[in-house]
C-alpha cells in the first residue's frame, strides 16, 4: 500500500465517523421535530442537539463511579466511532474490505457491551435492571435481525458491504428483490433502536431510564454521540442492504437515510410500551415468521 | 530417542514427581516448571506443526493378540497436546504457592489433585499419540478414569457428580469397545488403514451402528445432548485448577475421537451417503444439528446458574458444540473455525476457571448472590475476567471472535439459514449469561464483608495474565494459529484453510484481524479523546447514588444480582422441563425394578421344584 | 508319566491320615495337608514340563479303554490340574478344624481327578467326591444361615447329580462306551438325535450345578456369604471352573454341534443378566461377590460356546483371570462382611486392601491394560465374528452387564473410601488374608508385563485342546481300521 493510498485512507477514516456523527446529529433533530409534531408542538430549533452535546461536555459538575465508567463511556464511543469505518458512504469505503457486515455486527456490540459495563460500575440498581432488559431485548430482536443478513448476504453471495452496493447499482435495490427481509429488517430495526414499543430498557418513571440513572455531564454526553451514531449507523447498514447505499450519491443517500428513520420514529410516537416478555414473543413471532418466509424465498428462486 | 519418547520420559518423571512430593506445596513450583519442560520438549517437535514433518514415531511398541500397538504423533495429535501442556502448565503454576497451602489448610488433599492431574496429562498423551484404534481404546480408557481421578479428589459432593460421571463414561467406553471389537471381527485388524478399508466397504445399517456407537462413545466425553447432565456439576465441583484444566482440554479429548474416527477414517462422504428415511436429513446433518443443541440448550442452563463455576461449566458443554458444528461443515472454512475455537475456547475458558476461584479463594464464595463490587479490590483479576468474557461472548479483539466469525461465515456460505440462526441464539445466551457472570462478581456494589480483601496474589495472577495475553494476541494475529491447524486440516482429510496473520482473504468478504483491531483501538483512543475533552470530572463515593430520595448505607444491600433476567425467564421458564433428567431417574429405577426380579428369583423357596420344571421344559426343547 | 495317579490318591490318602495325625499333634497335623500339596504341585510341575507339547493317556492299572479308566493328559488338563493344589494351597483353611482339613485334601483330590480325567464314568465318580466334600465344608459352619444355604445346595447339587447320571446312562446306551475318546469317534453317529442333545442338555444341567450355570445357580449366594471366605473363594474361582471345565470337555470331545453351542450361549447370556443385575441390589459385600462370579461365570459360558479355537482361548482367558480375581476379592471381603452402609470409609484405615480392593475392580470391569480388558476383548470379537444376531445380542448383553457391574462395584468403592465415621468396629485385615490377595494381585500385574508370552502360550493350549485327532490318537493308540 503506498503512500497516497494510506492518505486517503487515514483521511476517510478521520472524515467517515465525523460524518457519520454530524448526520445523526440531524437524525436527532429529525426525531425530535417528527414527535413533537405528532404531539401538537413545534420542537427544538436546528441546532439543539449539538447544543446540548456542547452543554453536557461543558457542565462544572462531572460525577464518576470509578475508572470503568469512564472506560465503558469511551468504549461506547469509541466502537461507533471505529465501526463507522466499516460501513460504506458514497465516495469513501474506509476498511470495508477488511471487514464484513458480521465484522459490523459485532462492532456494533461492543458499545452496549461498554455501556453494561459502566453502568455496572455505577452500582444503582435501576441501571443494572435497565442493562438486564436491554440484554433481554437484544435477545429478541438480533434474532430476526441476523435472519436478514443472513437472507441478504445470501442474495447477493458476499458478506462483502462493498460489492453489495456495486450489485445493487448493476441489478437494482435489494428492497424489490428481498421484500420480505426488507419489511422484516424495519422490524428489528425498531428494537435495535430501542424506540416505543420496545423502550423497556429505559422505562424513565419505572427504572429512573435505566442505565442512564448515574449518567451525567461528559457521561450522558457520551450517550448522546452514541445515540447519534446509532441513529445513523442503523440508517446508513439499511439504505446499504436494501436501498443501493444511495447509488453512490450524496443527496440520494442523505434521503435514504432520513427516510428510513422516519419511519421508525413515526411509529414510535405512537405507541405505549410493551414489557419484556412481550416483546420477545413477539420478536420470536412475527419478524422471524417474516424472515424466515423471506429465506425461503431468496434460497429457492 | 524420538522427541517423542522425550516428551513421554517427561510425563512420567512429572507423574512420578507429583505422586512422591505432590502434597507439598513448596513442590508446585516444581511440577509447573515440569510441564513448561513438557511444553518445551513438544516445540522440539514442532515440525509437525509447520507442516515440515507429518509424523514422528515413538519408540516402543507391542503385539498383543495379534494386533500391534504403536504410538506416534502427527498434526492434529501435536496441536491437541500443545492446548493440553498450556492448560496443565497454568493450571499447576495457579496451585504452586497460595493457593497450594490455603487448599491444603482447608483439609484438601493436595497430593491426590497434583498426581491426578499428571495422570490426565499422561494419559491424554498416550491417547492423542496412538497409532492404532485399539492403542486409541486403551488411552481413552486411561483417560477417562483420570479424569474420574482428579473429580474424585474433592470429596463431599464432588464425588457423587464424579460417579455419575462415571457410569456415563463407561457407558461410552462399553460403546467403543462394542464397536470395536466388531471391527475386529470384520476386518481383523485394528489398525487405521484395515479401519479405513473396513468402513468403505459397510452396508447403510452396519455404518449407522458404528457411527452411532462412535459418536455415543466419543459424544458423551462431550457431553454431547442428551448426555450432557453429567459434565456441568462435576467440573464445577472439582477443585480450582482441576476444573481449570479439565474445562480447557478434557471434553475436546471427545472430540479429538470424533476427528479421528469419524471424520478420517469414514469420512465425511460416508457421512454423507448415510440417510435417515423420511427426512432430507443425513448422518453428518444428524450430528450437526446434535452440536447445534449441544449448544442452545446448555447455555440457556448456564443463564439460570448462580453459582460462577457451574455457570462456566456449562458454558463448556455448550462451545463443544461450536466445535462440532465447524468440524461437521466439512469444509475449510468451517473446519478451521471448529479447530480454532477448540484452541481459543481452552485459552479463555482457563482464564476464567481461574479467575472464579482466585476469587473463591479471597472471598470463600462462588455463589454470585453474595457477591459484587470486586473490581475496587481486584483490579487485575476484574480484567482478566473482561478479557475472559469478551473472548467467551465472541467479540472483537479477542481470539473467540476469529473462531466464531469463520463458523458464521461458512454456515452463510453454505447455505444453512436453520443452523446459523441456531449458532446465533447459543451466542447470545452466551453474551447475556456473561454479563451477569461479571456484573455480579466486579461491578455493583462491594458487600460489607469484602471491605478488605486484596487483590488475588502473584503466583496467581501470572498465569491469569499470560493466558488473557495469549487471548488477545491470538486476537490480533488469528494466523499464527491458523498455521497449527493447517496441517491438522491436512492430516484428517479436509480442505486446508487459505490465510494470513490477520485472518482470511476471501473475495466475497474476508476478516483481517490486524486491520480490525487496529482500527477498534483506534477509535477508542478517539473515544478518550473526546472523554477527556469534557470538563475534568471527579470520583464519588459508591453510596453517592440515586435512590429517590432515600439514605443509602452500606448495610443496605442494593446490588440487583438475584434472578438477574426475570422477563427472560417468565418467557422461558416453563420451557426447561428437565425430560432427559426425568429420563436418567426413568432409567436408574427401570435398573432397580429388574434387579429386584433377578434378586427374587435368586430367594425363590423351592429349588428343586424349579429345577424339575427347568429339566422338563428342556428336554422339551430338544425333542 | 504314570506317577501323575499320585497328585489324585496322594491328597486321598492325606485326607483319611490327616484327623489321626492331628489327634496326635496338631501342628504336625495343620503342616501335613499343605505339605502333601506342595509335593504334588512339584509332581504335577514336572509332568507338564517333561510332556511339553505333546499329550499323553495314562491307563490306571494297565487296564487299557474302554474297559479300564483313563487319565488324558493334554496342556489344557495340566493347566487346570496345576490351578488346583496352588489354589487349594493359597486358601488353606489354616485356622479351622482337622476335619475341615480333611475335607479340602478331598475337595483338592477329587478336583485334580476331575481335570485329568479321560472318561465319563471318572468324572462322575470325581464330581461326586467333589459334590460330598463341599457339602461337608459347608456345613462345618453352624450357623443357621449357612446351614440353610448348604441344605438348599444339598438339593441341587443332588438333584444336578441324578441328572447327570440320567445323562451318563442315556449315552451308555445310545453308544455303550463312556470313554471320551471313543465318545469322540461314535458321537457323530450314534449321539446325532434328540436323544444325544438330551443327554448334553442333562449332562449340562448337572455339571452346571457346580459351574453356577442359570438356572441351576439359585444356591450361590447364600452359600458364598455363609461360607468361611476362603472356602467361598474356593468354591467360586476353582470349582467353578472346573465344573466349566468338564462341560467344555464334552462339548468339544462329544457333542459337537451348533445347538449344544447355542444352549450354552443362551444359559450363559441368561446368567449374566441375571447375576449382574442381582447384584446391583446387594446389601453387603459378599452376596454382592457371589451375584458377580454368577455373571462372570456367564461370561465364560458365553465365551466358551464360541466355535473352534476361538471360543476355547476366549473361555481360557476369562476363566483364568476370574480364578484369579474372585478369590483375592472374597479374601479381602472377609474382614468387610456385614451390611455394605457399615463399610462406609474402611477403605481409608486400610488403603492397601482398597488399593487392592480398586486393582480387582478395575480388572473386572476390563480396563485396558489389566488382563480383564483382553479376556473380554477376545470374547466380544469372537462373538461379532459369528453370523447371526444371537451372539451379536449376547455380546451387547456383555457390554451391558459390565456396565452394571462397573456401576455396582464403584459405588462400592465410593463407600468405602468415602468419610468414614465412626470408630473402627471391624478388626484390620489379617496378614494372611492381606499378603495372600497381595500375591494375587502380583500375578494379575505380571500378566500385564507378560501378556504377549501369556496369550501365546494360551493359543497353543486352546488349539491343542480342539485337535480331536490327536485326543483320540492319545488314548486309543491302537491303529483304527
Redesign the interface.
Known amino acids: 500500500m503506498n503512500l497516497t493510498n494510506l492518505a486517503a485512507l487515514a483521511a476517510e477514516l478521520l472524515l467517515m465517523p465525523l460524518l457519520a456523527f454530524s448526520i445523526g446529529l440531524f437524525l436527532v433533530l429529525l426525531m425530535r421535530r417528527i414527535g413533537a409534531r405528532l404531539q401538537r408542538r413545534v420542537g427544538p430549533p436546528f441546532f439543539q442537539p449539538l447544543a446540548d452535546i456542547v452543554k453536557f461536555y461543558a457542565k462544572e459538575t462531572q460525577i464518576s463511579h470509578g475508572l470503568i465508567h469512564d472506560i465503558g463511556i469511551v468504549m461506547a464511543v469509541g466502537g461507533y466511532v471505529a465501526a463507522e469505518a466499516l460501513l460504506p458512504m458514497p465516495g469513501m469505503n474506509g476498511l470495508a474490505d477488511k471487514g464484513d457486515v458480521l465484522t459490523l455486527i459485532y462492532f456494533l456490540m461492543i458499545p452496549s457491551l461498554g455501556l453494561a459495563l459502566g453502568v455496572g460500575q455505577c452500582a444503582n440498581p435501576n441501571g443494572s435492571i435497565g442493562i438486564s432488559r436491554a440484554l433481554t431485548a437484544m435477545v429478541a430482536y438480533d434474532i430476526p435481525f441476523v435472519i436478514v443478513i443472513f437472507g441478504v448476504a445470501w442474495h447477493y453471495g458476499t458478506t462483502n458491504l462493498v460489492d453489495m452496493i456495486a450489485m445493487q447499482q448493476a441489478a437494482g435495490w435489494g428492497l424489490w428483490d428481498m421484500p420480505l427481509l426488507a419489511v422484516a429488517g424495519l422490524l428489528s430495526l425498531q428494537g435495535m433502536l430501542g424506540k416505543q414499543p420496545f423502550e423497556i430498557y429505559v422505562a424513565p418513571a419505572e427504572i429512573a431510564t435505566g442505565p442512564m440513572v448515574e449518567m451525567g455531564g461528559k457521561y450522558m454526553g457520551g450517550l448522546f454521540v452514541m445515540q447519534a451514531f446509532q441513529l445513523y449507523t442503523a440508517g446508513a447498514l439499511y439504505a446499504t442492504l436494501f436501498l443501493g447505499g444511495g447509488d453512490g450519491h450524496w443527496p440520494t443517500f442523505l434521503l435514504q437515510v432520513f427516510v428510513v428513520m422516519a419511519i421508525p420514529m413515526s411509529i414510535a410516537f405512537q405507541f405505549p410500551r410493551y414489557r419484556t416478555e412481550q416483546m420477545i414473543s413477539w420478536f420470536w413471532r412475527w419478524p422471524v415468521a417474516l424472515g424466515l418466509a423471506g429465506i425461503a424465498l431468496v434460497m429457492h428462486f | 530417542m524420538t522427541p517423542l519418547d522425550t516428551l513421554f520420559i517427561l510425563s512420567a518423571c512429572t507423574l512420578a514427581v507429583a505422586w512422591a512430593f505432590g502434597r507439598r506445596p513448596a513442590a508446585g513450583g516444581l511440577i509447573a516448571v515440569l510441564y513448561g519442560g513438557q511444553i518445551l520438549a513438544l516445540a522440539k517437535m514442532s515440525g509437525l506443526a509447520s507442516g515440515a514433518l507429518t509424523m514422528i514415531a515413538a519408540s516402543p511398541s507391542?503385539?498383543?493378540?495379534g494386533q500391534a500397538l504403536s504410538w506416534r504423533f502427527d498434526g492434529p495429535a501435536w496441536f491437541f497436546a500443545l492446548i493440553t501442556l498450556g492448560a496443565a502448565f497454568a493450571s499447576a503454576w495457579f496451585m504452586a504457592g497460595e493457593w497450594g497451602e490455603g487448599y491444603r489448610r482447608k483439609g484438601g488433599r493436595l497430593g491426590l489433585l497434583q498426581v491426578a492431574l499428571a495422570l490426565n496429562v499422561s494419559s491424554m498423551l498416550l491417547l492423542l499419540a496412538s497409532g492404532d484404534l485399539l492403542s486409541l481404546?486403551?488411552g481413552w480408557?486411561?483417560m477417562s478414569?483420570a479424569s474420574f481421578l482428579l473429580m474424585?479428589s474433592a470429596?463431599?459432593v464432588a464425588?457423587r457428580w464424579a460417579?455419575k460421571y462415571?457410569?456415563y463414561a463407561?457407558?461410552g467406553a462399553?460403546?467403543l469397545?462394542?464397536a470395536?471389537?466388531?471391527i475386529?471381527?470384520?476386518a481383523g485388524s485394528l489398525q487405521y488403514a484395515a479401519v479405513a478399508g473396513l468402513f468403505a466397504t459397510l452396508s447403510p445399517g452396519q455404518a449407522w451402528t458404528l457411527v452411532l456407537a462412535f459418536a455415543a462413545g466419543f459424544g458423551i466425553k462431550m457431553a454431547l445432548l442428551p448426555f450432557h447432565l453429567w459434565q456441568g456439576p462435576a467440573y464445577a465441583e472439582t477443585p480450582g485448577p482441576g476444573s481449570a484444566f479439565l474445562g480447557a482440554i478434557s471434553s475436546r479429548m471427545g472430540l479429538f475421537g470424533i476427528l479421528v474416527v469419524l471424520v478420517h477414517l469414514a469420512g465425511l462422504d460416508l457421512l454423507d451417503r448415510l440417510l435417515i428415511p423420511f427426512t432430507h436429513l443425513d448422518a453428518r446433518d444428524l450430528l450437526g444439528w446434535v452440536g447445534a443443541f449441544t449448544l442452545i440448550v446448555p447455555t440457556f442452563i448456564a443463564v439460570r446458574q448462580h453459582d460462577a463455576r457451574h455457570l462456566l461449566a456449562w458454558h463448556g458443554i455448550g462451545q463443544g458444540g461450536y466445535m462440532l458444528i465447524g468440524v461437521m461443515q466439512g469444509d475449510a472454512l468451517g473446519s478451521a473455525g471448529g479447530l480454532l475455537h477448540v484452541f481459543n475456547y481452552a485459552t479463555y475458558q482457563a482464564a476464567l476457571f481461574l479467575v472464579v476461584t482466585a476469587v473463591v479463594h479471597r472471598t470463600g464464595t462462588a455463589d454470585l448472590n453474595k457477591l459484587g463490587?470486586l473490581?475496587?479490590r481486584m483490579p487485575l483479576s476484574?480484567l482478566v475476567m473482561?478479557v475472559g468474557i469478551?473472548g467467551l461472548?465472541?467479540?472483537?479483539p479477542m481470539n473467540g471472535?476469529v473462531s466464531k466469525?469463520l463458523i458464521?461465515?461458512d454456515l452463510?456460505s453454505s447455505?444453512r439459514?436453520l443452523m446459523?440462526?441456531a449458532t446465533?441464539?447459543g451466542t447470545?445466551?452466551t453474551?447475556?449469561s456473561v454479563?451477569k457472570l461479571?456484573?455480579n462478581t466486579?461491578?455493583?456494589?462491594l458487600r460489607m464483608e469484602h471491605e478488605d480483601i486484596r487483590e488475588a496474589p502473584w503466583s496467581m495472577l501470572a498465569p491469569m495474565l499470560g493466558l488473557i495475553v495469549i487471548v488477545f494476541l491470538t486476537g490480533l494475529m488469528p494466523g499464527l494459529v491458523l498455521d497449527w491447524i493447517a496441517p491438522v486440516q491436512a492430516a484428517l482429510g479436509l480442505p486446508v484453510l487459505d490465510h494470513s496473520l490477520g485472518g482470511v482473504d476471501l473475495?466475497?468478504?474476508?476478516?483481517?484481524m490486524l486491520?480490525?483491531v487496529g482500527?477498534?483501538f483506534?477509535?477508542?483512543?478517539?473515544?478518550?479523546l473526546?472523554?477527556l475533552?469534557?470538563?475534568?470530572?471527579?470520583?464519588?463515593h459508591?453510596l453517592?447514588?440515586?435512590?429517590?430520595g432515600h439514605f443509602l448505607t452500606t448495610e443496605v444491600r442494593?446490588?440487583?444480582s438475584d434472578d438477574?433476567?426475570?422477563?427472560?425467564m417468565?418467557?422461558i421458564g416453563g420451557w426447561y422441563r428437565g425430560s432427559i433428567q426425568w429420563l436418567e431417574r426413568a432409567l436408574v429405577s427401570a435398573?432397580?425394578f429388574?434387579?429386584?426380579?433377578?434378586?427374587a428369583?435368586?430367594?425363590?423357596a423351592q429349588?428343586?421344584l424349579?429345577?424339575?420344571g427347568?429339566?422338563v421344559f428342556?428336554?422339551w426343547?430338544?425333542? | 508319566m504314570n506317577a501323575v495317579v499320585l497328585a489324585v490318591a496322594l491328597p486321598l490318602l492325606g485326607a483319611f491320615l490327616t484327623p489321626s495325625l492331628a489327634r496326635l499333634s496338631l501342628p504336625l497335623g495343620r503342616l501335613f495337608g499343605p505339605g502333601l500339596l506342595a509335593f504334588c504341585l512339584w509332581l504335577l510341575w514336572g509332568i507338564a514340563r517333561a510332556l511339553g507339547d505333546a499329550t499323553a493317556g495314562v491307563a490306571l492299572g494297565g487296564f487299557a479303554p474302554p474297559l479300564g479308566i483313563a487319565f488324558h493328559l493334554d496342556r489344557l488338563a495340566l493347566l487346570f490340574a496345576l490351578a488346583v493344589p496352588a489354589m487349594v494351597l493359597a486358601l488353606w483353611p489354616w485356622g479351622g478344624r482337622p476335619r475341615e482339613w480333611s475335607l479340602t485334601l478331598v475337595l483338592a483330590a477329587a478336583a485334580t481327578g476331575l481335570a485329568l480325567s479321560g472318561d465319563l464314568f471318572n468324572l462322575y465318580v470325581f464330581y461326586e467326591l467333589l459334590a460330598v466334600a463341599s457339602y461337608g465344608l459347608i456345613a462345618a459352619n453352624q450357623r443357621p444361615a449357612a446351614q440353610a444355604a448348604a441344605l438348599r445346595y444339598l438339593l441341587l447339587s443332588a438333584a444336578g447329580s441324578a441328572l447327570a447320571l440320567l445323562g451318563i446312562a442315556l449315552v451308555y446306551t445310545q453308544t455303550g462306551t463312556l470313554n471320551l475318546a471313543q465318545l469322540a469317534l461314535l458321537a457323530p453317529v450314534s449321539l446325532d438325535g434328540p436323544l444325544g442333545l438330551a443327554a448334553f442338555a442333562l449332562l449340562l444341567l448337572g455339571i452346571g450345578v457346580k459351574a453356577e450355570a442359570f438356572p441351576v445357580n439359585t444356591w450361590v449366594p447364600e452359600v458364598y456369604a455363609t461360607a468361611p471366605s476362603r472356602l467361598a473363594g474356593l468354591l467360586a474361582g476353582l470349582v467353578s471352573k472346573l465344573a466349566v471345565l468338564v462341560i467344555v470337555r464334552l462339548l468339544l470331545v462329544v457333542f459337537q454341534r451348533p445347538e449344544a453351542t447355542q444352549l450354552m450361549l443362551v444359559l450363559g447370556v441368561l446368567g449374566i443378566a441375571w447375576g449382574e443385575l442381582a447384584a446391583w441390589r446387594a446389601r453387603d459385600l459378599s452376596r454382592q461377590l457371589a451375584w458377580s462370579s454368577v455373571g462372570q461365570l456367564g461370561i465364560v459360558f458365553v465365551a466358551f460356546s464360541l466355535p473352534g479355537e476361538t471360543g476355547v482361548l476366549a473361555g481360557l482367558a476369562v476363566a483364568l483371570h476370574h480364578l484369579l480375581v474372585k478369590p483375592a476379592l472374597f479374601l479381602l471381603a472377609r474382614h468387610w462382611n456385614g451390611a455394605l452402609e457399615g463399610l462406609r470409609g474402611a477403605a481409608r484405615r486400610a488403603p492397601l486392601a482398597g488399593a487392592l480392593f480398586a486393582l480387582f475392580a478395575l480388572s473386572l470391569v476390563g480396563v485396558p491394560p489389566l488382563p480383564g480388558f483382553w479376556a473380554k476383548f477376545v470374547t466380544l470379537s469372537g462373538l461379532f465374528a459369528q453370523p447371526g444376531p444371537l451372539c451379536s445380542l449376547a455380546a451387547v448383553v456383555i457390554l451391558t452387564a459390565t456396565l452394571v457391574e462397573a456401576a455396582y462395584l464403584f459405588r462400592t468403592l465410593t463407600l468405602l473410601f468415602g468419610p468414614g465415621g465412626e470408630e473402627p468396629r471391624m478388626a484390620p485385615h489379617g496378614a494372611l488374608d492381606l499378603g495372600t490377595a497381595t500375591a494375587f494381585a502380583g500375578l494379575l500385574l505380571a500378566g500385564v508385563i507378560w501378556l504377549q508370552p501369556l496369550t501365546g502360550d494360551l493359543h497353543g493350549i486352546a488349539r491343542q485342546a480342539v485337535d480331536m485327532d490327536t485326543y483320540v490318537d492319545t488314548d486309543l493308540p491302537t491303529p483304527r481300521p
Open positions: 507391542f503385539e498383543v493378540l481404546f486403551i480408557e486411561l478414569w474424585l470429596g463431599g464425588v460417579f462415571l457410569i463407561l457407558g462399553m460403546a469397545l462394542g470395536l471389537a466388531w475386529h471381527a470384520q463490587g473490581v475496587t476484574f473482561l469478551i461472548a465472541g467479540l472483537p471472535f466469525w458464521y461465515r452463510i447455505g439459514p446459523f440462526v446465533v441464539i447470545l445466551g453474551i447475556i454479563y461479571i456484573h466486579f461491578l455493583g456494589q473475495p466475497n468478504g474476508g476478516l483481517d486491520w480490525v482500527l477498534l483506534a477509535g477508542f483512543g478517539v473515544g478518550a473526546l472523554f475533552a469534557g470538563n475534568r470530572h471527579r470520583y464519588v459508591p453517592d447514588n440515586y435512590a429517590g442494593y446490588h440487583y438477574f433476567y426475570p422477563g427472560l417468565h418467557l435398573l432397580d429388574l434387579a429386584q426380579w433377578s434378586q428369583w435368586f430367594r425363590s429349588p428343586a424349579w429345577l424339575l427347568v429339566t428342556a428336554l426343547w430338544v425333542v
